[in-house]
């Protein structure tokens, strides 16, 4: 009897979708913190908190002189705001509601909804907390200057990007044991601290350390968003396509897991989560 009439045209369809897209994302946005204003506050405070640590981590081991000529406080955010950025889209899709959730029983949603929009929660919070945490810090302390500041963002994009496909892989995973791949999805976040490279630049590195290194995306991105930050770094040991490439057959991967694991979908893995 009481029926919502849909569009059948695809052009229908997709503003359909991107509709409840849009009211799926703005629900995650508030699920974790009822007021918008205090879920922004929150993400900055990790953030600046964060730079502070790395600040002072700095300052103790004499590290200062070595990294880039250039605003030394910028430097350390370039590395903070891509590897929150990372991590948190990685934590966001991974905790992403699966298709034995209890939102699955209204029929516009499907997982693919769910999946983007945690993922685009996670970009909208963290592009607002870096734009305002910058703003600050440009009008309060001292003027900064972005040599390439469309570069910068596209790889703040990228690192995203990688997050999504990285989590999509976790994701496709978590159902069939989902405390094993839980500890995997930690210890690689964790990992990031120091493998991401957010506290060196990978030119000052001998070739042995950068075998260590050069594995991870997020250190390719960080490096070559600091060379797009800085008119007087040049990255030489890091690409943007390495990245994109790997983002791509994680994403690929992700997405064919993650069919096949929903083929076998049963509510009592609900119950072991």
Same mark, same amino acid.
């Given at each position: !009897?009481?029926? /919502? ?6 052009? *229908? #369809?997709?503003? &359909? ?5 849009? =009211? +799926? ?58 590897? !929150?950025?990372? /991590? ?6 991974? *905790? #992403?509601?699966? &298709? ?5 029983? =209204? +029929? ?70 989902? #405390? ?94």
């Amino acid at each position: !009897m009481f029926r /919502t009439e849909r569009s059948k045209s695809k052009i *229908g #369809s997709t503003f &359909s979708m991107l509709e409840l897209i849009y =009211h +799926a994302t703005v629900r995650h946005i508030r699920k974790s913190q009822g007021n918008a204003i205090l879920g922004l506050l929150r993400n900055m405070m990790q953030t600046m908190l964060l730079v502070f640590t790395f600040y002072i981590m700095y300052g103790v081991l004499g590290l200062r002189g070595s990294q880039v000529r250039g605003d030394f406080m910028l430097y350390i955010m370039s590395g903070i705001f891509l590897y !929150m950025t990372h /991590t948190k889209a990685m934590g966001a899709v991974f *905790g #992403s509601e699966g &298709s034995t959730s209890q939102m699955m029983k =209204h +029929a516009p949603m499907t997982t693919a909804v769910s999946i983007a929009s945690s993922a685009l929660s996670v970009l909208y919070i963290q592009l607002l907390s870096m734009t305002v945490v910058l703003y600050i810090y440009h009008a309060a302390f001292t003027p900064i200057e972005i040599y390439d500041w469309v570069g910068a963002l596209a790889m703040v994009l990228l690192t995203w990007f990688v997050g999504v496909a990285l989590g999509m892989v976790f994701l496709a995973a978590k159902p069939w044991n989902p #405390s094993v791949v839980g500890i995997i999805q930690q210890v690689y976040s964790r990992a990031n601290m120091i493998a991401s490279g957010k506290m060196f630049l990978a030119n000052n590195l001998t070739h042995k350390m950068l075998v260590l290194f050069n594995w991870n995306p997020l250190f390719h991105t960080i490096d070559q968003a600091r060379g797009y930050t800085f008119i007087n770094y040049n990255p030489h040991n890091s690409n943007w396509e390495y990245p994109l490439t790997l983002g791509l057959i994680f994403l690929a991967i992700g997405l064919m897991g993650e069919f096949y694991t929903r083929q076998y979908a049963s509510l009592s893995w609900g119950a072991r989560r």
